[in-house]
């Protein structure tokens, strides 16, 4: 067991496969570990509603392919929205604890893809996803 503070990025990934998904299985076309962590990265990115989690997840696949497997593309909006209401809080406090502590292990370190992000939205400019209406 990793001690408070020695969580790494690959650790938070390793949780999230640990989810228990309660999906028929012949149903499933979206694994539940990469409708979480897209909902993580849109977060961060300060997506709040279902749509803009989606259109930020359509619109930053290519970034999102590094880290996820998404075989079948992206899930819809309405995908995100059930499934997410499928995950216990319990495992939701607990991946927000971990990456609490991954952040705060950190505290001054700038990655790679940080500074790629800052510089696609340069002194503030708008955020790409703030829109009325839903992406279809």
Request: net charge positive.
């Amino acid at each position: 067991m990793l001690k408070s503070g020695d969580y790494k990025m690959h650790d938070i990934f390793e949780y999230l496969s640990s989810v228990i998904d309660h999906r028929q299985e012949h149903k499933v076309k979206h694994l539940m570990k990469d409708i979480i962590a897209i909902v993580l990265f849109a977060k961060l990115a300060n997506a709040n509603k279902w749509d803009e989690i989606h259109y930020f997840a359509v619109v930053k696949e290519s970034f999102l392919r590094k880290y996820l497997e998404l075989t079948n593309g992206i899930p819809s909006y309405d995908t995100i929205r059930r499934v997410m209401a499928m995950v216990s809080p319990e495992f939701l406090g607990k991946l927000q604890v971990q990456w609490n502590e991954m952040l705060s292990s950190n505290q001054g370190t700038e990655t790679q893809e940080d500074s790629v992000l800052r510089r696609q939205n340069p002194k503030g400019q708008q955020a790409w996803h703030s829109r009325s209406k839903p992406y279809c």
